[in-house]
């Protein structure tokens, strides 16, 4: 069944011509259906953790999303924080998904390899790993906001990524606000 849902996914990608390769970013309508196949894409590190662009989108487009692929290490994630709507489908690994509701109190969403999450637009929410190994996940936002932050908060993957280390909230805070990223209690998880 998880393999006939990636299947369906990726049908539906290829299908609206967003499965686009960063190269194909100025691709011409006739020739807009692209792959991206796995270990492919622009390679990036955001701290010590790889990022994978799987699409590149140009502009505010409602219409267009963009895709980047991470592997997260057991314990790690994301600090918690809120932002325009996101989506994500677990490639692999187990996964607790923490979502701030309007009371206040969390709730915490369980995740495995096969489940999408969708997170609305403005709800604090952080994605952490806690399984025993590596997990995957697949990042799907709209428009071009989350690979611009991530284009100008990462590194290309040169070297080792231990060399970067955990990227500092101080850091990153200003060019997460430019993009409408605003990081929520990041000592909570």
Sequence with gaps: MKLLWALLLA??????GLWMSPTAAAATPADS???VHPGEGEARFLGGTPVTF???VAGDD????SITESPIQPGEGAPFHKHAAESFYVLAGDFEFYAGQPDGSIKTIKASAGDLINIPAGIPHAP???????GKLLT???SDWFQNFLLEASNPAEGEAS???VPSLAKMAPIAAKYGIEF????HL
Excluded at 62 to 65: A, S
Excluded at 128 to 134: A, F, L, Q, W
Excluded at 184 to 187: A, G
């Design 54 to 56: 799987k699409t590149f």
């Design 128 to 134: 952490k790993n806690v399984g025993s190994t590596s």
């Design 62 to 65: 409602p219409d267009q999303f």
């Design 11 to 16: 049908s539906f990608l290829s299908a609206s």
């Design 184 to 187: 929520v209690d990041p000592d």
């Design 140 to 142: 799907i936002t709209g």
């Design 33 to 35: 259906v692209q792959i």
């Design 163 to 165: 060399d970067l280390g």
